[in-house]
């Protein structure tokens, strides 16, 4: 597949995670608030707007591709740090949300990795950023 259609399909699959989840976040800002409080985070309510603003707006500079690197590594670093706090020794002694949980942080830290490749690679042509670096023709 030549490299620039490659990268429009990984920003597609990255923000089709990003801009749901921001959306939901904003519109169950306190179902969000309550599952932060129950993590023990100070201010719950404002790291849920918090939260469901940076995933939205972020998972949208991902889609279009612009500011691709600044928005890949803070997505980059924001989805370790969730990974961290939201699912690092969470289940307790049910064996099956201590293995969901693990499985979550774990998606967490590859999402990550694709968010550093994709900082690394840029948006391609077919991207805001490419438009405006004015890329030329597409390579394999």
């Keep these: 597949m030549p490299r620039n259609a490659l990268l429009l399909f ?18 169950d800002i306190a179902g969000t608030a309550g599952y932060f409080a129950g993590l023990g985070l100070p ?33 980059a670093a924001f989805c370790i740090a969730a990974g961290f706090i939201g699912h690092y020794g969470q289940g307790g002694d049910d064996p099956t949300l201590t293995f969901m949980h693990s499985q979550m942080l774990m998606k967490d830290i590859a999402l990550s990795g694709g968010f550093l490749a994709l900082a690394m690679a840029g948006g391609g042509a077919y991207s805001f950023d490419g438009r405006l670096l004015r890329i030329g023709p597409e390579t394999t």
Aim: net charge positive; glycine share 8%; proline share 6%.
């Design 43 to 75: 201010l719950p309510t404002l790291v849920a707007w918090a939260t469901g603003l940076f995933e939205l707006i972020a998972g949208l500079l991902i889609l279009v591709g612009l500011k691709i690197p600044i928005a890949a590594l803070l997505l």
């Design 10 to 27: 990984s920003r597609l699959l990255l923000a089709a995670l990003f801009v749901p989840s921001g959306f939901h976040v904003l519109t």
